[in-house]
């Protein structure tokens, strides 16, 4: 183990130099030797480095450098290390700085994190430390960006442009719909409301070769009952109280083209058992008619229902079931895609951004992070509302927390106490208990200013218990620990 600030030797003899001029890092410190001694170690990691003697100096070389990640002392003449990140974020505000200082205590930690200091280290640290924040400090950036661009290399693969994600539950779906698009099969798309089923039956149209006719949507659940027989297969002039004329139905208006059966899990018994005869003839009885008419429809339907529950409780047939599902699709809720969030928040902004004359300009750090962690029971429409509601309300600028709608605020998961809901996915539940129990020991330590006895007390915890888990978490390390505070 290399410690700085321990031990600083001839670096060169530990480290090979084998700079690849990839990722480019600058390092500001007084002390030449650790500044070297970190450099070497870099260079040796494969990232390029620059050096600057104090904060004035980092300033103007990242002026005149592309800089991607920031080393920083915290004693150094001229410009000094607080000052420095103030001044740097205010240049650069996605700059992740990583700073370090013999002489930290609590009140400076938290100073320096809300200055925006992604990562704080006290002396002595070890190096292989060191490089762990660096490549999560770059995961992060990496992260951040992505939110505010759209990647055009994965979203040319797809024929899917207007369906936003690149998880891999949606890199499969987009395969999924490309391969049943160039079939004719009956196909039943499933999932929580707002996850995206029209917009998918909308695709295996668009994309197959009756996409030179109809798409035809009926809502099953929104048409009276008593209608919606007439209005799926037309009725004939005189058939009914108020049939003053002959009416095609969907079914013959969609031929040759896509019948969209939406909601389909709300359609009554007696209409499913006309509705299955048509599917399997591919011929139909308008309302009062005589004859029989001969269609050519492709079936996609859809529900938010779980339909084999319906057929459990004999509330929706099973060999209409059947003959529906021949290719089911189930698409997931976005809580279990969470990694889309920024993605779907970037196009949407876009997308309400068009035509206005104000410009929102994104979102900040803490406002996207409680947003990529929010359950979104109403999925992606619910995330589309609310950034059509923010672009709105907001006009210009960038989002902050305070533009949040409370229950957003609310519901951060450092502030719930409710019990999560478990995702069909599953989670790690040992790192969500640990990450749990750290936001309320930090919270803690914030509300008594760093004193452990108070936080203890607060956390109905032993101070030697509480600085047993500071010390195995690395929270506070160092010196701090010894301190009676
Ligand atoms: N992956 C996605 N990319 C872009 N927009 C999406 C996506 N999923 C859903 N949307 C948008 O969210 C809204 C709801 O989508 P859609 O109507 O297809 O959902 P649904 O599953 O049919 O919901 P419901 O069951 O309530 O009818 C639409 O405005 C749609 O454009
Ligand atoms: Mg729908």
Redesign the pocket.
């Given at each position: 183990m290399i410690l700085i600030g321990s031990i600083e030797r001839d670096y060169k003899s530990i480290f090979r130099v084998n700079s690849m001029e990839s990722t480019k890092i600058l390092i500001a410190d007084d002390d030449k030797k650790t500044r070297d001694f970190v450099t070497a170690f870099l260079n040796y990691k494969g990232y390029q480095v620059f050096q600057a003697c104090d904060g004035q100096d980092a300033l103007e070389k990242i002026e005149l450098n592309e800089v991607h990640l920031v080393i920083t002392d915290l004693m150094m003449p001229r410009v000094n290390g607080l000052e420095f990140v103030k001044k740097l974020k205010a240049m650069r505000p996605e700059m992740v700085i990583i700073a370090y200082s013999a002489f930290g205590n609590f009140e400076m930690t938290s100073s320096l994190l809300k200055a925006g200091v992604f990562f704080y280290l006290e002396k002595p640290f070890n190096l292989d430390e060191l490089e762990t924040h660096v490549k999560r400090g770059l995961e992060h950036q990496t992260l951040q960006s992505q939110s505010f661009k759209t990647r055009p290399s994965i979203r040319n693969r797809s024929r899917i442009q207007?369906?936003?994600?690149e998880s891999e539950k949606?890199l499969s779906l987009f395969e999924l719909i490309e391969k049943v698009a160039a079939s004719d099969s009956t196909v039943l798309i499933q999932?929580?409301?707002?996850?995206?089923?029209?917009?998918?039956a909308k695709a295996i149209h668009d994309l197959g070769s009756r996409n030179n006719k109809s798409f035809v949507p009926v809502n099953c659940a929104a048409i009276p009952d008593d209608l919606l027989e007439s209005e799926l297969f037309g009725h004939v002039k005189g058939s009914f109280t108020g049939a003053i004329a002959t009416r095609l139905g969907r079914f013959e208006m969609a031929d040759r083209g896509t019948l969209f059966l939406?909601?389909i899990g709300d359609m009554k018994p007696n209409l499913q058992v006309k509705l299955l005869r048509v599917l399997q003839n591919k011929e139909l009885e308008p309302v009062g008619a005589t004859r029989s008419k001969k269609v050519d429809v492709r079936i996609v339907a859809?529900t938010?229902q779980n339909l084999e529950r319906l057929v459990a409780t004999k509330a929706f047939r099973e060999d209409l079931y059947y003959r529906l599902s021949v290719i089911p699709i189930m698409?997931p809720p976005l809580r279990e895609r969470k990694g889309d969030i920024p993605l779907?928040l970037d196009?949407f902004m876009v997308k309400f951004n068009a035509n206005r004359q104000g410009k929102v300009k994104g979102l900040e750090k803490d406002a996207l992070n409680i947003l990529c962690h929010y359950e979104w029971p109403g999925?992606?429409?619910e995330l589309?509302n609310l950034v059509e509601r923010l672009c709105i309300i907001k006009g210009s600028g960038t989002i902050a927390v305070s533009d949040l709608p409370e229950k957003y605020v609310g519901r951060r998961p450092q502030a719930s106490s409710e019990p999560q809901a478990l995702p069909d996915a599953g989670i790690c539940l040992n790192s969500m208990v640990e990450e749990f129990e750290n936001r309320l020991i930090m919270q803690a330590l914030e509300k008594t200013g760093g004193n452990k006895k108070e936080a203890a007390t607060l956390l109905n915890l032993k101070r030697t218990t509480l600085i047993e888990k500071l010390k195995k978490k690395k929270l506070l390390p160092g010196e701090a620990l010894t301190s009676s505070r």
């Open positions: 207007n369906i936003i994600g949606m999932g929580e409301s707002g996850t995206g089923k029209e917009l998918v939406d909601e859809a938010n698409l779907l196009n999925n992606v429409r589309e």
